[in-house]
């Protein structure tokens, strides 16, 4: 069956059907990005708070292109359903673990369930339209988000202060299951293609080496005398595995697990670096603005989501602003551009006000930021997906779809890294200790209770002064932190140029020559 030869009221209702499953499977991400202060202040660990976010990343990124080459064999349905599956058990187990290395790896486990159902809408969207309606179609998605965004953070911060984080697993079970239902009924089958094989040693390589170059980045921050010498050695085993993988892939004659014949495409190349750089801006507003918020300025998890809604809802005016106007070639390079550099500026003032700024100046800026990350995300996503062989669409698709994940995970690895290097060990006595601790100070229950053992021992003076320098040293840690993600849009601005400038050229040549005659 071809979905682009569906009738369009059946397309309309397979792309309404998506949004809800895309609803259901995204809204955690803001629900954890504000409960997450939460889990650490009671699971402790706070040098693994990225881990949370990364460890989920790492496995969407490492599925992305396994997802391309599945439903390219066996078709989206057989794909999604087993994938929402997977993403509804391992939150259950979620919501019950009880320490955070446990947490962290079954969030990893939802990061695969997740890669297989984004990554089947993203292709759904490229097999179901042409590619003039491709932008505007990706544009809409961005209802699925705007819903998850607006209602996530405040879901997440009330359901934590009234029943506890582990509902904040708990509650998105029902629409999981409202989106099997829905997907099994309208997603229509299609015939298996077994034209398409499998390549096994490529995916067992292309794992090793994702997974072990993440994890050694991850690792770095770690205080521990061993630590680099597992630090080499995983970087050993990604540099060999990344080499056979890349052995493998010449020598294969079929259609490799990664077609790097993709790689002589200019859009494709740059298209695969913009989207590693792309979600840079997503970790920072995500993981490290809610802490900022909770864990230096003490706001409490339902003011702390506020900012996270606001950016929800300009974002997705801006997918749907930016949907319309992507498909004018010499407006691409522009559009792309202004999406890095409102990015990285807002980033840079992240870090030049400390967020010592008033709650309405805070909105602005986040509103604002979240206007321009689209234009950046449709530039990168559309474009190179119009720009390359229709065939090959699935392929492509999955590939930028694991840049982008690979991002995140890569990110919030190296990000979370530069926050524990930057901030100091201090080393008291019991009670002051505790105020140090990076893991209690995300809690207002945690601080009230470290207070009241500065009272019994007498030390209730010295109480306030230790609390302002244990937030003041998460503060210039996160500092450091939005200065070096907002960097990362100089190198976003020459990929745009790169890929974009010919072709927005060319459009104003062939328009002028137009206008001559």
Request: contains cysteine; neutral net charge; proline residues 3%.
């Amino acid at each position: 069956m071809i979905l682009s030869s569906l009738e369009r009221k059946l397309k309309v209702k397979i792309m309404l059907t998506l949004f809800v499953c895309m609803f259901a499977t995204t809204i955690y991400q803001s629900i954890v990005s504000i409960s997450g202060p939460s889990i650490i202040a009671d699971l402790g660990g706070f040098e693994y708070y990225a881990w949370l976010f990364s460890g989920f990343s790492l496995t969407s990124a490492v599925c992305a292109p396994f997802i391309g080459k599945l439903t390219k064999i066996y078709g989206p349905k057989k794909i999604i359903i087993p994938s929402l599956f997977i993403f509804l058990f391992s939150t259950i187990l979620c919501g019950l673990s009880n320490s955070i290395f446990l947490l962290i790896f079954f969030r990893s486990v939802q990061g695969i369930g997740l890669a297989g159902v984004l990554g089947v809408i993203w292709i759904m969207i490229a097999l179901l339209w042409n590619p003039n309606e491709r932008g505007k179609w990706l544009g809409a998605t961005a209802a699925g988000f705007t819903l998850a965004g607006l209602v996530g953070p405040f879901l997440g911060a009330y359901v934590t202060q009234l029943l506890g984080w582990r509902w904040s697993f708990f509650i998105i079970i029902p629409a999981v299951i409202v989106s099997m239902i829905l997907i099994s009924k309208v997603l229509p089958e299609t015939e298996k293609d077994v034209s398409t094989k499998f390549d096994y040693r490529g995916a067992i390589f292309f794992t090793l080496f994702a997974s072990s170059f993440l994890f050694a980045l991850s690792i770095i921050g770690i205080d521990s005398n061993k630590i680099f010498i597992y630090i080499i050695i995983l970087f050993i085993i990604s540099t060999i595995s990344f080499a056979i993988f890349i052995y493998l892939e010449i020598k294969e004659k079929d259609e490799g697990f990664i077609d790097i014949t993709l790689f002589k495409h200019k859009y494709f190349s740059g298209g695969m670096l913009g989207n590693l750089i792309i979600p840079i801006q997503f970790v920072v507003y995500s993981i490290f603005l809610p802490l900022s918020l909770i864990g230096v300025y003490g706001f409490s998890p339902a003011k702390a989501s506020i900012p996270l809604v606001v950016n929800a809802i300009s974002l997705a005016v801006g997918a749907n602003f930016f949907g319309y106007l992507i498909s004018k070639v010499r407006l691409q390079m522009w559009i792309a551009i202004f999406g890095f550099v409102v990015n990285g500026f807002c980033t840079f003032l992240f870090g030049l006000t400390d967020l010592k700024i008033s709650f309405v100046n805070l909105l602005i800026l986040v509103s604002v930021q979240g206007f321009a990350i689209p234009g950046s995300f449709q530039a990168f996503m559309v474009c190179v997906q119009n720009a390359l062989p229709e065939e090959k669409i699935q392929i492509v698709t999955s590939s930028l779809q694991f840049a982008r994940v690979f991002g995140i995970s890569l990110a919030g690895s190296i990000l979370g890294g530069i926050l524990i290097i930057s901030m100091v060990n201090y080393d008291f006595e019991s009670p002051r200790n505790e105020i140090y601790d990076p893991d209690n100070i995300t809690s207002t229950v945690k601080i009230e209770e470290i207070k009241q053992k500065y009272v019994s021992t007498g030390q209730i003076d010295q109480f306030e002064d230790d609390l302002k320098v244990s937030r003041e040293n998460l503060k210039s840690g996160l500092r450091i932190v939005y200065y070096s993600s907002s960097l990362t849009a100089i190198l976003g601005i020459f990929c745009s140029i790169y890929i974009f400038y010919d072709a927005s050229r060319h459009q104003h040549e062939v328009e002028d020559s137009k206008q001559n005659e």
